[in-house]
């Protein structure tokens, strides 16, 4: 569950109250740009080189918007007024969420163009455009709440919440560029990174199954027959039907606490 910022109050004086006070009530000028880094940095790793626990989950619990400029609320549009929207921007290397003059005529799902440098990206006021160049509209989430289909999650690149559609890893759903990748307790539609790319076998990271291709997740080497990698990504199973998975490998959960409706999806690896 992500939570990026509290609901703004009636007035401008709880919304400065809101922000911390380090960061005030600005509006953004000169907004910057921002790019993450490869997603196999040896930062995911642990210190022993293992790259978590055995299972970590997809995504994250939650976030600390203490280093989030808020002047707006961009699920409700607070204090924006006519011919503005509240949207998510970078500013100077980091998120910010600030009003700007346009409302847009894309709505959630269609194809837009990325501009998180001013915000003025053609979608429709309650969204942003998300994904590498080209992307697609996202809804606005302060928190699971505000998403009627899905969960609310921060996209791989800029760290953006934005609400994701659930999915089936036997029956991906998800439209234009986006994948049904593992999250903390379910799957949902969301970006892949650019080295998301692995087949059955080949070496990953746990934080994120980054290194695996949609229709994979990524599990400790130790428990992956073959792999001489900290980890290794390895193909979904059926926990629901007859076990798939080949000796010594057997069916075993892929979430360790699943979302009502995700119980049944298991992954091919030897349990612990």
């Known amino acids: 569950m992500v939570t990026p910022m509290r609901a703004l109050g009636s007035s401008w004086a709880c919304l400065c109250l809101a922000a911390s006070a380090t ?3 600005q509006r953004l000028d000169d907004p910057g740009s ?3 880094d490869s997603a196999f940095e040896t930062d995911f790793l642990d210190d ?5 626990p055995l ?3 997809g995504g994250e619990e939650g976030s600390d918007d203490g280093g989030v400029e808020i002047d707006c609320d961009a699920v409700t549009n607070v204090p924006c007024t006519d011919g503005e929207k509240c949207t998510a921007v970078i500013d100077g290397g980091s998120l910010a969420y600030t009003c700007v003059g346009e409302t847009g005529t894309q709505g959630v799902g269609q194809d837009c163009t990325v501009s998180l440098d001013d915000g003025l990206d053609g979608c429709v006021t309650g969204t942003v455009c998300l994904g590498d160049d080209a992307g697609s509209c996202r809804a606005h989430c302060n928190g699971d709440a505000d998403c009627t289909d899905g969960t609310c999650v921060e996209d791989p690149l800029r760290d953006v919440p934005h609400c994701a559609n659930d999915c089936s890893p036997f029956e991906p759903s998800c439209t234009g560029t986006l994948q049904c990748r593992r999250q903390v307790e379910r799957f949902s539609c969301v970006d892949a990174q650019e080295g998301d790319v692995g087949g059955a076998g080949d070496p990953c990271l746990l934080e994120g199954d980054a290194g695996c291709a949609e229709g994979l997740m990524c599990v400790s080497g130790a428990l992956v027959p073959d792999c001489a990698s900290a980890g290794c990504c390895v193909t979904f199973c059926d926990l ?3 076990d798939t998975c080949s000796s010594p490998s057997t069916c075993t959960a892929a979430l360790e606490a699943p979302a009502p409706g995700f119980e049944s999806i298991g992954a091919c690896f030897v349990p612990a």
């Not at 022993?48 to 978590?52: K, R």
């Open 23 to 25: 960061l005030g009530c």
């Open 34 to 36: 921002d790019s993450n």
């Open 48 to 52: 022993d080189g293992s790259g978590g």
């Open 55 to 57: 299972l970590e989950s």
């Open 240 to 242: 629901s039907g007859p």
